[in-house]
């Protein structure tokens, strides 16, 4: 089955809005006709199984391209409209793109290179034109097709291509939904951009079910923020840890606000700690609070923990979602034993086909059926996974192991500490010496706040975990997706 036909299976006739607000709205209906004819119009105008390139902000002009170049049997590639330009021309020349859609706005960022190049009002005037010829769409469809690559950061800094199936968004949808228990009355805050898995699960999900969204255009504004989820009623809101940080440390309102209709949040898109985790659930105890973990290599979801076991299980990534399977292993492969650190592995019908024309890429990481997912964790006897650290991000101080979220976790635990990361530097004694970067409330008070924070490492930890550089930023640095940008190890 075709994503399209899934997503819609259920929702296409819905006398409702799918796009609430605040700049615009987008019926259900709206979107699947339009869709469904600028699908058409595709299907006659380049034919199938050809890369498009889509370019646009979170937009019902987005959700309409996205679900056509889905439906039309080409394939997506949604990229940041903030995206360098050579990085864009790299993504266009390697995946020998022959179309790009694009809002307005971005125009002036388009590859001459591009055969069909369709902007808004183009496809306006497509879906709006009634004397447009459609065309009948098989009934039969090859769910291992490719329906979307989605581009994230290499290690070389070149651009990597996840490539995704339709049965890899059908699995991995089916399976949040699972935990979520969504529903049509459902309505989500959405400031996560689509052009990341975490954001087009939240587009996958609530359409499947018949619920809507409410486009927030930018987070940085908190007051707009937190306007729209009391003033649409939002059940739902999904962050990655610096919107929560941010809420929380940089935004008396938010903690004073009472948002009635608010059912449920999720994070992903990295390890939120334990304080920031705790001050939420102890000021808003009736919100359900769902950890979650992913990778753009499983189409988002990977594993979640469910708010009842929050308090037990704090600081845990919880265990793996229906239909995957998790597992630790060592090095040689086996599975390590309770407490022991390991990798995190995942098998199942969500994890992607692999990187696009990256063999030795995709072997690296998927073997023997399993993605190793880079990320050190450890599982308890109950068999939840509490993850450590990324591999590559181990620091190794005069040959000892450390773990920067382990240290992060106990600066940030000193009051006024909005955002901390540890990163290794060189050190001509040691090997690797620890460095702390820190974001404060009060950018006056650093002299006293180094004291309290030495003092707090003193308290609990090691010697060698202790940071021997500290400095202070002003700002958490974080990309457009909303994820902290960190600074590389200096080696």
Known sequence: ????????????????????????????????????????????KIGEDHN?????????FFITAYLAIIKSGNICIPIDPAIEQDNLEYIVTSTNSICVVYSNRFNKIISNSISYQIGESELKGIVENRSFTTVNFSGEFDQN??????????????????????????????????????????IM????????CYGLSLLHTHLKVGASLVLIKSFMFLPTVIDNLKEYNCTGFAGVPSHFQILLKKSKTFKETKFSHLRYVTQAGGKLHNNFIEE?????????????????????????????KLKEKIGSIGKSIPNVHLKVIDENGLDVKVGELGEIVAKGDNIMQGYYNDLEGTESVIKNGWLHTGDLGRIDKEGYIFLESRKKEIIKVGGKRVSPK??????????????????GICDDLLGEAV???????????????????????????????IPQVIIFEKLIKVSSTGKKIKPHSVM
């Open 280 to 308: 939420f659930i102890i000021t808003f105890p009736d919100v359900k609070f769902y950890v979650m973990y992913g990778q753009t290599e499983a189409t988002a979801r990977l594993s979640y923990l469910p708010p009842d």
């Open 1 to 44: 089955m075709n994503v399209f036909d899934y997503l819609f299976s259920e929702s296409a006739s819905l006398d409702k809005n799918f796009v609430v607000a605040p700049r615009e709205s987008l019926s259900y209906k709206q979107v699947y006709y339009s869709s469904l004819k600028f699908a058409n119009y595709l299907r006659n």
């Open 189 to 196: 805050g959405v400031v996560l951009p689509f052009y990341y």
């Open 52 to 60: 498009i390139i889509l370019i646009s902000e979170n937009s019902s």
């Open 406 to 423: 382990e240290i992060e976790e106990v600066i940030l635990s000193v009051p006024d500490v909005v955002d901390c990361t540890i990163i």
């Open 145 to 186: 097709k490719i329906a979307e690559i989605l581009f994230t950061s290499g290690s070389t800094g070149t651009p990597k291509g996840v490539v995704i199936s339709h049965k890899n968004i059908i699995a991995n949808t089916e399976s949040i939904l699972s935990y979520l228990k969504l529903g049509t009355d459902d």
């Open 435 to 465: 460095k702390a970067s820190i974001v404060l409330k009060n950018i006056s008070e650093e002299i006293q706040m180094k004291k309290l924070i030495l003092k707090k490492c003193h308290e609990k930890l090691q010697i060698h975990k």
